[in-house]
């Protein structure tokens, strides 16, 4: 079982930052590859990013790619999405998930975080 809790969400101006960490409960999180989803009002929840087990790969969604950075800390079970030059359109609940598979699907994901809000404003 592993528990999983974000923070550092809140409201920032169009073109600012944002770092997001995720915390894992459990000596097993360098077993799960780690992703970030969100979803945004009346939206289907969508894949941002993806981070392997060892943090040798990642993989992002085109609309964030470039923007976006995912980058994990074995050492202190967390995972953590830098998020740059944050446009209005990326307002949404941000959510971390580990999952042995990993991947772009959610399905892949075993388990969630509650979520933190971001919100860019124009």
């Known amino acids: 079982q592993v528990q999983l809790v974000e923070s550092g969400g809140g409201l920032v101006q169009a073109g600012g930052s944002l770092r997001l960490s995720c915390a894992a409960s459990g000596r097993t999180f360098s077993m799960y590859a780690m992703g970030w989803f969100r979803q945004a009002p009346g939206k289907e929840r969508e894949f941002v990013g993806t981070i392997t087990r060892t943090g040798a790969t990642t993989y992002y969604a085109d609309s964030v790619k470039g923007r976006f950075t995912i980058s994990r800390d074995n050492a202190k079970n967390t995972v953590y999405l830098q998020m740059n030059s944050l446009k209005p359109e990326d307002t949404a609940v941000y959510y971390c998930?580990?999952?042995?598979?990993?991947?772009?699907?959610?399905?892949?994901?075993?388990?969630w975080g509650q979520g933190t809000q971001v919100t860019v404003s124009s």
């Open positions: 998930a580990a999952g042995w598979a990993g991947g772009t699907s959610s399905n892949s994901y075993d388990y």
